[in-house]
């Protein structure tokens, strides 16, 4: 099973997710980690009420297994149903500042 999935299966359901957007980032980032780098977008209604902080770690407490192996960055953009409808869609992830 690929890591994306790995991810989406750990966190879909559980937040509840009414819309999710998933990708690879790896490709900007240096190093030899082909899948280790991640943005994902998660819309739910258990946001509402909860500081960014607070989505995060809800977000990062279920695919901990993952991170730092095979998981390096993770990068969260968590809305409730009334914030997505007002984005334009995932915010595009940066290339890398830095690395070997």
């Known amino acids: 099973m690929s890591i994306e999935q790995q991810i989406?299966?750990?966190?879909?359901?559980?937040?509840?997710?009414?819309?999710?957007?998933?990708?690879?980032?790896?490709h900007m980032h240096s190093g030899p980690a082909t899948d280790s780098h991640f943005s994902l977008m998660l819309v739910s209604e258990q946001f509402a009420g909860l500081m960014p902080v607070k989505r995060h770690q809800k977000v990062y407490a279920l695919v901990g297994d993952l991170m730092g192996n095979p998981i390096h960055a993770l990068a969260?953009?968590?809305?409730?149903?009334?914030?997505?409808?007002?984005?334009?869609?995932?915010?595009?992830?940066?290339?890398?500042?830095?690395?070997?």
């Open 76 to 100: 969260l953009h968590c809305y409730t149903p009334e914030q997505w409808e007002k984005k334009t869609g995932m915010p595009i992830a940066p290339n890398c500042m830095g690395g070997g």
């Open 8 to 26: 989406l299966d750990a966190v879909v359901a559980p937040v509840g997710a009414v819309h999710h957007e998933i990708t690879n980032d790896s």
